[in-house]
T-cell receptor, first 114, second 113 residues
Framework: DAGVTQSPTHLIKTRGQQVTLRCSPI?????VSWYQQVLGQGPQFIFQ???????GRGNFPDRFSARQFPNYSSELNVNALLLGDSALYLC?????????????FGPGTRLLVL | GNSVTQMEGPVTLSEEAFLTINCTYT??????LFWYVQYPGEGLQLLLK?????DKGSNKGFEATYRKETTSFHLEKGSVQVSDSAVYFC????????????FGTGTRLKVLA
């Protein structure tokens, strides 16, 4: 089975622009989460979505938004990009059937803001 | 609140040396605990997990024991290889209202031939 997929793999934007990142979860997984990993640090939680509803949001400004589609794929949008938004953006999916707590991560989208 | 404290790196070892990466946590109750590994230029891969106290997770020669008395989940490997060079993250799930991981800061391991 395919793992979590993300697109694009790399992206270069300039300050003030907007960006959309995409994620497809593992087949059968209905929960998708987004994390931001700044160079040299651990990933920080941005959003969790389940059944197309936002179930949690981390300490990120309103410039960050996301949504989940009926097929459980997800998009992360960031408006008015700042230099500090340069990071690896990771998507993770999880099965909510039974006591499953393991999240499986995609390869990430590396965003550079100039 | 919930938190994870991970030993700082980088850790540099010779091939076949013994590895320990320390991880301690603060949490309500007894959550599962995870170790993830990140190879250069890649995302996170699940390395191992433990779902309850005294459990030992193991994978690819790595082991970690969930010790509630010391609130620790240290990662160990008896004989490291060059291919183990990566960044290792300890992770704690938080399930109040949402489901998310709290990660440690990561420990970079470099293994020399």
């Amino acid at each position: 089975d395919a793992g979590v997929t993300q697109s694009p793999t790399h992206l270069i934007k300039t300050r003030g622009q907007q960006v959309t990142l995409r994620c497809s979860p593992i087949s059968g997984h209905k929960s998708v989460s987004w994390y931001q990993q700044v160079l040299g640090q651990g990933p920080q939680f941005i959003f969790q979505y389940y059944e197309k509803e936002e179930r949690g949001r981390g300490n990120f400004p309103d410039r960050f938004s996301a949504r989940q589609f009926p097929n459980y794929s997800s998009e992360l949008n960031v408006n008015a990009l700042l230099l500090g938004d340069s990071a690896l953006y990771l998507c993770a999916s999880r099965s909510v059937e039974g006591p499953q707590e393991t999240q499986y991560f995609g390869p990430g989208t590396r965003l550079l803001v100039l | 609140g919930n938190s994870v404290t991970q030993m700082e790196g980088p850790v540099t070892l010779s091939e076949e040396a013994f590895l320990t990466i320390n991880c301690t946590y603060t949490a309500t109750g007894y959550p599962s605990l995870f170790w993830y590994v990140q190879y250069p230029g890649e995302g996170l891969q699940l390395l191992l997990k433990a779902t309850k106290a005294d459990d030992k997770g193991s994978n690819k020669g790595f082991e970690a024991t969930y010790r509630k008395e010391t609130t620790s989940f240290h990662l160990e490997k008896g004989s490291v290889q060059v291919s183990d060079s990566a960044v290792y993250f300890c992770a704690l799930p938080v399930t109040s209202g949402t489901y998310k991981y709290i990660f440690g800061t990561g420990t970079r391991l470099k293994v020399l031939a």
